[in-house]
């Protein structure tokens, strides 16, 4: 994308009163490789509220449509009145071109004034019937409405706070719901892992199995991580190898490894101290977003940091470095040398498995914290504070407007 030092060129369709569709609008965007901004989030539109905090899809290896994928984001800006601030799951079947809305979340399962917004999880129940979200109240079970029934909303058993931390300026008080943060749905749908902590005390993962009746059940913890810091990601391992039970978690200082059979975690060799780790992706291997740093798998559990890349961190100047803070790493399934990172200073992509990396420069500046591939056909969808983008960065047409900083 080429130099700009304005917001992202928008499809002249979206100007009119009735555009012919907001699909075709996005194709010719991207098709002429420009950046095409997502306008059709549900929401008040107000600051922030059009940043898809995560995004997931179906985990079964059956799953019937393999273009649905769904996003979570949080209507929690101060124009919006308290009773009606929400969280949206949405809905594309387009390769994030248009979303539907497919179940509200009401205010009084979160707590907008305690970090809500930033670290909210979201798992998808095999056949996409139903999820699991984390918020700062803990873990829910959210049903979609069906016919005249409301969206069903049901609170996952979790810990509690036993000793508050009053050096955080918004204590939780004794008995309070742990916040609840990374959070798994096995392929099968038998069970769910969901990992809580509170600002540093005693992080765990707790297991649920399905009920006959469709609930979430609590059966045991997982063996204790070893690590006080905060759980932020987590990912099985790659589905198409032999390590796809294994779970591998990001937390505040490192990763680790955790390994079903012999039930035991191993911390994954290879990276900085004190890295927190934002982002995993387990395409071929641990790929992990990092605090100043990306790094690539040499093993199953083993990992290098990309010390000779050089990231152009602001599109006007002349500024670059490999100390980028990033805060995810997606790796496209279906073409493993694609790769996007999000960070503080913007979006970048690799087409030669994330040794090298060019920065899209026609979005608006400020941190992108979400990056994911289309199912559909490969573009990538970007989302921080500033909305929800498109871009073609990996088509022949559009490369050649992507500035790249050559190997040192």
């Known amino acids: 994308m080429g130099v700009s030092q304005s917001l992202p060129a928008v499809s002249s369709s979206s100007a009119i ?35 898809i905090e995560t995004t997931a899809t179906d985990p079964s290896s059956t799953a019937g449509d393999r273009n649905l994928i769904w996003g979570l984001t949080a209507d929690l800006s101060s124009k919006v009145s308290p009773r009606d601030r929400a969280m949206y799951i949405s809905q594309s079947r387009d390769g994030g071109r248009t979303w539907t809305e497919v179940a ?185 977003a990092a605090c100043w740093g990306v790094y690539n798998p040499t093993s199953a559990q083993s990992v290098l940091r990309v010390t000779h890349a050089s990231f152009l961190l602001h599109r006007d100047e002349d500024e670059a470095g490999s100390n980028i803070r990033a805060f995810s790493v997606e790796v496209d399934p279906n073409r493993p040398s694609h790769q996007v990172v999000t960070s503080l200073t913007g979006v970048y992509t690799s087409n030669d498995h994330g040794w090298h990396w060019r920065r899209l420069n026609d979005l608006p500046d400020g941190e992108f914290r979400l990056g994911t591939f289309s199912p559909v056909d490969g573009t990538v969808i970007v989302s921080g504070i500033q909305g929800t983008f498109l871009a073609n960065p990996f088509s022949k047409a559009c490369a050649v407007h992507l500035r790249t900083r050559e190997h040192q």
């Open 17 to 51: 009163n009735v555009p012919p569709s907001e699909t075709q609008a996005a194709n010719r965007d991207l098709e002429s490789c420009r950046v095409y901004r997502v306008r059709d989030l549900p929401g008040s539109h107000h600051f922030a509220s059009d940043f």
């Open 104 to 288: 509200r979340v009401a205010s009084r399962y979160f707590d907008a004034d305690i970090g809500e917004g930033e670290r909210n999880g979201l798992s998808v129940y095999p056949g996409g019937t139903e999820f699991v979200i984390t918020t700062q109240l803990g873990a829910f079970q959210v049903i979609p409405p069906s016919g005249m029934s409301d969206t069903v909303v049901r609170p996952i058993d979790g810990p509690r706070v036993v000793q508050p931390d009053m050096t955080v300026t918004i204590p939780k008080k004794p008995g309070d719901p742990v916040t609840a943060n990374v959070v798994k749905i096995t392929s099968d749908g038998k069970r769910l892992i969901v990992g809580y902590g509170y600002f540093d005390l005693n992080p765990q993962l707790l297991t649920y199995r399905r009920s006959r009746e469709g609930s979430w059940v609590r059966d045991k913890s997982l063996p204790s991580i070893p690590t006080q810091m905060d759980l932020l990601s987590m990912e099985f391992g790659d589905r198409r190898t032999q390590n796809r039970s294994s779970l591998y978690v990001g937390t505040g200082d490192q990763a680790f490894l955790y390994k079903m059979n012999t039930r035991t975690w191993t911390q994954i060799e290879g990276v900085g101290a004190d890295s927190a780790i934002q982002g995993i992706s387990t395409v071929g291997g641990p790929h992990l």
